[in-house]
């Protein structure tokens, strides 16, 4: 008696996506490790919000709470703190750009890239675990900049749904700005202009209502930019 066996087929579009996602997962264990071993650029990360946060709270909280609508002369910095927060959560998730695009062009000047090129490496997975270890990056210095929030008086009152939206937001406004990250890399013609390029997202924020009313910004600043980037109703 003859058995016969038969092998399972796997489509070809099966084992692309995966050797796609195998690919990925090695290229952001890659830069995850990259971040371990050279973390000045996360630091920076975490660091440059967490001073401004309490620059603002500190220094202006008082004057610039005071004058918020609604809000009590005699609590202002509580106020501005509160006010304040959504802000600089976007600032934290903006600057993170800056280290995507550098070492994008660094792995491009070093011939890091090119040497991927002639590897059977997919090379979507190498944008993506830039992509992908940027956008682990930015989530974790937003937390640690909330954890400095709530320690100097932050105290919202959103719910479970509330907070789950919110971080869901947060996630994908992280993954956005990480592909901006990498397209500015890419198109940067040295290391110095990639670290310098996405120094113009973190100005956008100062331009909303993230740090004060839009009444009180000047006539001259566009008001498309303030209602496309109005973060202070957001509040969590």
């Not at 005699?74 to 802000?87: F, S, T």
């Not at 270890?133 to 320690?151: E, H, R, S």
Request: glycine share 10%; charged share 10%; hydrophobic share 50%.
């Amino acid at each position: 008696m003859t058995t016969i066996t038969a092998k399972r087929q796997t489509a070809p579009g099966t084992r692309q996506q995966s050797h796609v996602l195998a690919d990925s997962v090695t290229m952001l264990r890659r830069n995850l490790l990259h971040m371990l071993r050279y973390p000045g650029l996360s630091v920076f990360t975490i660091v440059g919000p967490v001073v401004l946060l309490l620059f603002f709270v500190f220094v202006f909280g008082g004057t610039l709470g005071a004058g918020l609508p609604g809000a009590d002369p005699a609590g202002g910095r509580e106020a501005y703190v509160a006010y304040v927060m959504p802000g600089i959560l976007l600032l934290t998730i903006a600057g993170s750009a800056g280290g995507t695009a550098t070492t994008v062009s660094m792995d491009m000047a070093e011939g890091i890239t090119a040497r991927f090129r002639t590897m059977a490496i997919s090379r979507a997975a190498v944008l993506a675990g830039h992509v992908l270890g940027n956008t682990i990056q930015a989530i974790i210095a937003v937390v640690l900049v909330l954890g400095v929030g709530l320690l100097i008086g932050f105290r919202p009152t959103a719910g479970p749904a509330e907070w789950t939206a919110a971080a869901g937001l947060l996630v994908l406004i992280a993954f956005a700005i990480s592909w901006l990250g990498v397209a500015m890399g890419m198109q940067a013609k040295s290391v110095e202009t990639a670290s310098n390029l996405p120094l113009l997202l973190t100005f956008l924020p100062f331009l909303s209502s993230g740090f004060v009313p839009t009444e009180s910004l000047p006539v001259w600043i566009p008001s498309t930019v303030c209602r496309l980037s109005n973060v202070s109703d957001r509040n969590p």
